[in-house]
């Protein structure tokens, strides 16, 4: 938590960016002003840009989007550029050996969402992760070429900057290539990621000279990360676009790598891939129009459907973070997840997104919400509005929070809101080879074996099974919201089955609390999940007395560290009870070091 206060004590500010000091967050009468953290309400600066912003986990990755806007591209162009970027600094998770999805909103009004995930390779099925006995056999889901389904960054990325990119690859890739080949200098935030999987440099022998000293020992700040192999590959997707990486020598390379350490991928896969073009999930919550994930994403409709709930609610009267905000909140989470445990790849499974989603169904939800007690999970059924008894199922496989997002937004009403992973922090804990790549460990994400607990003691579903060409089932919410066609507010995070919550309180502080940018997205988080149904809680996020009223109703709650990494921004003012000034205004997360909202 010390961190999370002093990175919110100064937030980074834009090089290109005006620097626009933000006031305290209108706190409600029964909210204690401390309850954010001594040095919350004056956590710094926000960013703005006249032509454009860029928001992402990582500075550099926002630079090089900025620097692309600079260069005469518009917001797609900049989007595809920090992509790839990210899979040079911020290794982790930002990548090309993973996949992720994304809501782009065009300035002819038009919004579309690209699901790049990856799928199953052939060769996967609904057993292959149990033993002789039918037990699990942890762990081969999670590390090692076993857990590795088929990339898709790059078929995302390449079709988004064909289909609506302004400049050439070569121009758009370029940051990234420099990056890679000359190596950029380590700063507090980048050790402490490469920290948390120093025994994947030790064990993998293509990452352990890249990533780690001579001498065998981990890098520290102010050394500096030259890959190489990396620049080579970037370098040929520049020149040959999707087709390098999906039928000549790096899919080869991978495919022989798999192959080398037991694993599925074949040619066959990487050949057969593609992405699909979907209509977004789209709601309103007042007079906005949100625009997020449809399946097989579960966050979109998620969010939707708590949204819907909460419209029938004067949230901006009850006041942030008071008991009563805060039990209408828990409530609506509580029916959401509950409803969207049997969703799936809609190539598998019928969804009932329009029924889920329908503002009739979540007025009939409200009407059996009680307003001064908590209700219990157990006695929710999946799609229906009354309590009756159910048993405890959902179709979450292990998603790791270990993701990242990045928004852009131009001048011309360009928007990108994108999510992408490689699951867990470096993923699978492999590389590709000579191909510098680090491989996901998607597999994970299926339920390894439907009807039994796993390690979490969630209940996996049979309709995230796992199955050849199949997509597993996600929480990634990447989320566009407009007005009469025009873009108002770009947001995302990672965070697992924590992602809709996420991004939910984000809007909330938008849109009903009249918070702005910054405040909204440092906005300290509540979640709740219905199963397990304890609340969880960021520090401050409640006042002693709100949380006493509402242990006394029958909650209970579980304080984590601060999770989730937002990345937001707002188009015309830094919030919406203010007179449009013509910038756009940016905030990166301080929850994470390094991060950066860049204005151009």
């Known amino acids: 938590m010390k961190k999370f206060l002093a990175a919110c004590a100064v937030c980074l500010v834009a090089k290109t960016a005006l620097a626009v000091p933000h006031s305290a967050p209108a706190l409600s009468a029964d909210h204690d002003p401390l309850a954010f953290g001594p040095d919350h309400r004056a956590s710094g600066f926000l960013a703005s840009g006249q032509h454009g912003m860029v928001v992402s986990a990582q500075h550099l990755a926002s630079e090089a989007g900025a620097k692309v806007l600079a260069q005469g591209g518009n917001a797609i162009d900049a989007a595809v550029a920090v992509g790839y970027a990210l899979a040079v600094v911020y290794p982790a998770a930002g990548n090309i050996g993973g996949g992720g999805f994304m809501t782009i909103h065009l300035k002819n009004g038009q919004t579309v969402f690209i699901d790049f995930r990856e799928h199953a390779p052939a060769a996967a099925s609904e057993t292959m992760y149990l033993d002789a006995s039918g037990k699990v056999i942890q762990g081969l889901s999670t590390e090692g070429w076993k857990a590795v389904a088929i990339p898709a960054t790059v078929a995302g990325l390449d079709t988004l900057l064909k289909k609506w990119g302004r400049l050439p690859r070569s121009k758009v890739m370029a940051p990234a290539i420099e990056l890679a080949q000359n190596g950029f200098v380590l700063e507090d935030g980048d050790v402490e990621l490469l920290n948390t999987s120093t025994r994947y440099f030790l064990k993998d022998p293509y990452a352990r000279t890249i990533f780690l000293r001579p001498d065998g020992s981990p890098l520290q700040v ?9 620049a ?3 370098e040929q997707i520049s020149k040959n ?5 999906y039928e000549g020598s790096i ?7 798999s192959q080398e350490g037991g694993g599925f991928l074949t040619a066959e896969d990487f050949k057969n891939y593609h992405i699909r073009f979907m209509d977004p999930v789209r709601c309103s919550y007042r007079g906005y129009t949100v625009d997020t994930a449809p399946p097989p994403s579960a966050g979109g409709v998620a969010l939707c459907e708590i949204l819907n709930i909460l419209s029938g609610y004067d949230m901006h009267a009850l006041g ?14 509580r029916h959401a997840y509950s409803d969207r445990r049997d969703l799936g790849d809609p190539a598998f499974v019928q969804n009932p997104i329009q029924h889920l989603t329908d503002p009739q169904y979540a007025a009939q939800i409200r009407k059996g919400i009680p307003l001064d007690h908590a209700l219990a999970s157990d006695q929710l059924v999946a799609g229906q509005a009354l309590p009756s008894k159910a048993a405890a199922i959902s179709s979450d496989g292990h998603e790791k929070h270990e993701t990242t997002q990045f928004s852009v937004l131009d001048q011309q009403g360009n928007a990108v809101s994108a999510t992408y992973t490689l699951n867990g922090w470096f993923g699978a804990g492999v590389m590709g080879g000579h191909t510098g790549i680090w491989m996901n460990d998607e597999m994970d994400d299926f339920s390894s074996k439907p009807g039994t607990p796993n390690m979490y003691g969630v209940v996996g579903s049979k309709a995230n099974a ?16 407009t007005k009469n066609g025009k873009v108002v507010m770009v947001i995302g995070s990672p965070g ?5 919550t996420i991004t939910l309180s984000a809007i909330l502080g938008v849109v009903d609390y009249g918070l702005d940018i910054r405040q909204a997205v440092d906005l300290p988080r509540i979640h709740e999940q219905w199963e397990p149904s304890a609340v969880e809680v960021e520090t401050g996020a409640l006042s002693s007395d709100a949380m006493k009223q509402l242990q006394n109703e029958g909650y209970t709650f579980s304080l984590h560290r601060p999770w989730g990494i937002a990345e937001g921004i707002l188009a015309g003012r830094p919030s919406l009870g203010v007179p449009d ?16 909202a860049v204005g151009e």
């Open 222 to 230: 102010g050394d500096r990360l030259v890959q190489k192999n990396l």
């Open 232 to 234: 080579r590959t970037l």
């Open 241 to 245: 676009g999707a087709h390098a990486f």
């Open 251 to 257: 899919a080869k390379e991978i495919v022989r790598a």
């Open 320 to 333: 942030l973070h008071t008991a009563s905000s805060v039990q209408r909140e828990i409530e609506a989470m």
């Open 466 to 481: 796992i199955a050849p060409g199949k997509t597993p089932l996600s929480s990634m919410s990447p989320s566009i919201l």
């Open 496 to 500: 697992g089955s924590r992602i809709p």
């Open 581 to 596: 000034t013509g910038l756009i205004y940016g905030a990166a997360d301080p929850r994470h070091a390094g991060g950066k």
